[in-house]
């Protein structure tokens, strides 16, 4: 078991940050919920030109306190930990440091020149609705799902980058310049198009051996869009089964979470846990 050297007020805010079993705690990630679509929101209002500019410096106030606020619970977030490292080299730390600092960057990138860089910067904002990924649980979930699912999409997806390469190439073949196939790439690029129901329509076949292939094609990619959906449907069910009742108890020292109920120590490190008050 490793002993844990937070003060009790540590504890206190460990307990309402990184967990949602108390009402302290969901009252924060409700809280932060609201805040992180305000601020994507005022984004996007922010970008649209011809608003008055009384508009404009509302959003810019605003963006700033929220800004301000995301920057205390980024700091919160590390000194309630008994080793941050964990926190700020994770995902989710690296995701609330981008999302907090371009508004930062630009006071100190001023100047006309660098205009064009300070606005590409505050656009780093709506980094901030991954934040939301942090507080559904369903999520977690579904993450699990998409991973174990990575081998079989990967040789699925290289067996739809064979069929194109093949298709690609015989079109290439039979077509020829006259129907817009003026190489491979670009007959690859049709056979990924079609393949994918997208049909830009910049390039078609025109004689009937090539219009055969691009029904067949065609016909094809509906039964090719089902199976990637398949795949992660049969994991998330798999998972939904096999799901071991747990709770948000998350490590401060090490900042594991998914603990199982009543678990009294971190699963990954022996740190013990916080009890969750009832």
Known sequence: MVKSNLKPWQK???????????????????????????SVASV???SVKGLPDQFYSVLRTIEWVITILFTIEYILRIICLQNPRHYILSF????????????????????????????????????RILKI??????????????????PKILIFLFAVLIVSIITGTLMYLIE???????????????????????GFGDI?????LG???????????YGIIAVPTGIVSAEYAKHELADVPSNTQSCAHCGHHQHQDNAKFC???GSALNAPES
């Not at 559904?136 to 699990?144: K, T």
């Not at 020829?176 to 997208?198: C, E, H, K, M, Q």
């Not at 055969?212 to 016909?219: G, H, K, N, R, T």
């Open 12 to 38: 206190v805010l460990h307990e309402i940050i990184y967990e949602a079993d108390t009402p302290a705690g969901k009252y924060f990630d409700v809280a932060l919920l609201i805040f992180i679509l305000a």
């Open 44 to 46: 996007m209002i922010e």
């Open 92 to 127: 989710y730390g690296i995701i609330d440091f981008i999302s907090t600092i371009p508004l930062y960057l630009s006071l100190v990138l001023s100047g006309s020149s660098a205009l064009v860089t300070v606005r590409a910067l505050r656009l780093l904002r709506v980094f």
């Open 133 to 150: 990924t942090r507080y559904i649980g369903e999520a977690r979930r579904l993450r699990s799902a998409l991973q174990h699912s990575k």
């Open 176 to 198: 020829g310049d006259n129907s817009g196939f003026t190489s491979i790439p670009r007959g690859i690029y049709w056979a990924i198009v079609t393949l994918t129901t997208v």
């Open 204 to 208: 078609a076949p025109t004689t009937p």
């Open 211 to 221: 219009q055969f292939i691009a029904s067949i094609l065609m016909i094809l990619g």
């Open 267 to 269: 699963l990954n490190c």
